[in-house]
């Protein structure tokens, strides 16, 4: 409740509790943008030391990746109760180039969910992490009397 009395239906997530979601869920949509073109993409990643890592095959996902490397990635859930989370981190992706951060990255629980190959390993470098959680309801009276 505000000082007006008002209440905020959204609530925004402190840090570990954006961290504990991150850390919860498998699978994201990473938004990327090269050429004036936006796109999103599902993948699956592993959170590590404060990083979202995930794999890639040679693509239209790695090349913008390659033309801009500032990203957008989300998670969200909806529980049983209705209460709605959901998480949206910004940050710089990279693929992965030397040998110990690939074999470093080999040794993350990080599997492709699609039966292909994927060669890459990709990190995003999070320069920031936001979250926000409400009760899903009824939408307020537009013009109370």
């Known amino acids: 409740m505000s000082t007006d009395g008002t209440v905020h239906p959204v609530k925004t997530l402190d840090k570990a509790a954006v961290w504990e979601l991150l850390e919860k869920h ?76 690939i074999e470093a990255a080999e040794e993350l629980p990080l599997k492709p969910w699609a039966p292909t190959l994927k060669y890459n390993f990709v990190v995003i470098d999070v320069e920031s992490a936001t979250g926000r959680e409400f009760t899903i309801g009824e939408e307020p009276e537009r013009y109370p009397v």
């Not at 498998?26 to 073109?37: K, N, S, V």
């Open 26 to 101: 498998p699978y994201g949509r990473l938004a990327t943008e090269a050429a004036g073109l936006v796109d999103i993409f599902p993948v699956n990643y592993v959170v590590h030391q404060n990083k979202l890592y995930f794999r890639t095959a040679q693509g239209s996902k790695l090349s913008s990746l390659v033309v801009n490397d500032q990203v957008a990635f989300e998670i969200d859930e909806v529980s049983p109760e209705s209460v709605v989370r959901s998480v949206v981190v910004h940050g710089r992706a990279r693929r992965l180039e030397t040998r110990a951060e």
